[in-house]
């Protein structure tokens, strides 16, 4: 949320305006000062800046994006893209859903809740994406199949651990750093779906996908403030190598996962 | 639909053909021990033409913890 009396800034506008290679630090800075009173985080700043600067996320190069600009202007790609995120984000919120009930200090446990019901929510999303962009496209029995992604967490509920997932454990600096990092390459996925489904979706369509896109982006930002939050609080407890260390490992690690899916190294 | 032509000849060459096709896609699958499944040729054709079907959400960590390494 912007400050009382200040005028709103356009993140997404900022970052898409921003060259490939400055989004991870910029979409960081944004989601910091979307809160209200903006965040400082100093500590967490600097470490992001400097993991940055050393392993450079393949996910903020003009590469990457071009493979996502290439592969999307095909629709059956990109509807098949929006089911599979669909998927992700319903298992994901299962895994927070998981973490949130193992977690043992109150604050913490209702951020990573809320967290895990947005995701549950997103997942719906996606194949609200999914409809407005390509009405009639998905075999109309496969659809109804496709509303159980979402698992359906509300704050009503209370957190459990879910069946299968890995996350049953207190969370540490160390999941949030990796939370935080993910929710970025997330954030960046946005601009490059919302070039994607205005070259596919029907006009008449348009504003409502832009919607619903729009959501989804403030959702990870507020996603990448808290966990930052959370890890400025905890910066201490980083372990050998301090928070500049742990966030450079974890950055490195999910740049390896990110290569691993393309099956090659992406760089500009 | 963009109406002006994209500045990547590979891009905009797709996108006239997308055009030509009238926009047409379809999608068939199923939930399968709760997982989707996607018809195999829909995707066998889809790997030939775009082989990275990836740029997947993450929003929860991303390395599984091994019971008993808390």
């Not at chain 1, 998927?87 to 299962?94: L, N, W």
């Not at chain 1, 407890?237 to 691993?260: S, V």
Request: net charge negative; glycine share 4%; aromatic share 6%.
């Amino acid at each position: 949320m912007a400050a009382a009396g200040s005028p709103r800034i356009d993140a997404y506008a900022v970052l898409s305006d921003a060259p490939p290679t400055d989004r991870v630090a910029i979409a960081a800075e944004l989601a910091l000062s979307d809160r209200d009173p903006p965040l400082d985080c100093p500590a967490y700043r600097a470490a992001l800046r400097k993991a940055v600067s050393e392993e450079p996320p393949p996910f903020s190069t003009e590469a990457y994006a071009k493979i996502y600009r290439d592969s999307s202007v095909s629709g059956k790609w990109l509807a098949i893209s929006l089911i599979s995120n669909a998927q992700r984000e319903g298992q994901g919120a299962g895994d927070l859903w998981t973490l949130a009930a193992c977690a043992d200090n109150e604050a913490e446990r209702q951020l990573i809740k809320r967290h895990a019901v947005d995701e549950s929510r997103h997942a719906r999303l996606y194949l609200a994406l999914l409809d407005l962009a390509f009405p009639d496209a998905v075999d109309p029995a496969f659809r109804k199949e496709l509303d159980v992604v979402s698992p359906g967490f509300t704050m009503a509920q209370e957190p459990s651990v879910v069946v299968g997932s890995p996350y049953a454990t207190r969370p540490t600096i160390d999941l949030y750093v990796q939370m935080n990092i993910a929710e970025i390459r997330t954030t960046i996925h946005h601009l490059l779906q919302r070039a994607a489904l205005a070259l596919h979706c029907p006009a008449a369509n348009l504003p409502r996908a832009t919607k619903v896109l729009d959501s989804l982006f403030r959702d990870e930002l507020s996603h990448v403030s808290y966990t930052a939050e959370l890890i400025e609080t905890k910066a201490t407890a980083a372990g050998p190598g301090g928070l500049d260390g742990l966030y450079r490992r974890r950055l490195a690690d999910f740049n390896r996962i990110t290569n691993d899916e393309f099956g090659m190294t992406i760089h500009d | 639909m963009s109406s002006h032509k994209h500045p990547d000849p590979v891009v905009a060459d797709a996108i006239t053909k997308l055009e030509d096709e009238g926009r047409k896609v379809q999608i068939i699958g199923q939930i399968k021990n709760g997982k989707i499944e996607i018809d195999p040729s829909d995707l066998a054709d889809l790997a030939a033409k775009h082989p990275n079907l990836v740029f997947l959400a993450m929003n929860s960590p991303f390395d599984p913890v091994v019971p008993g390494s808390d």
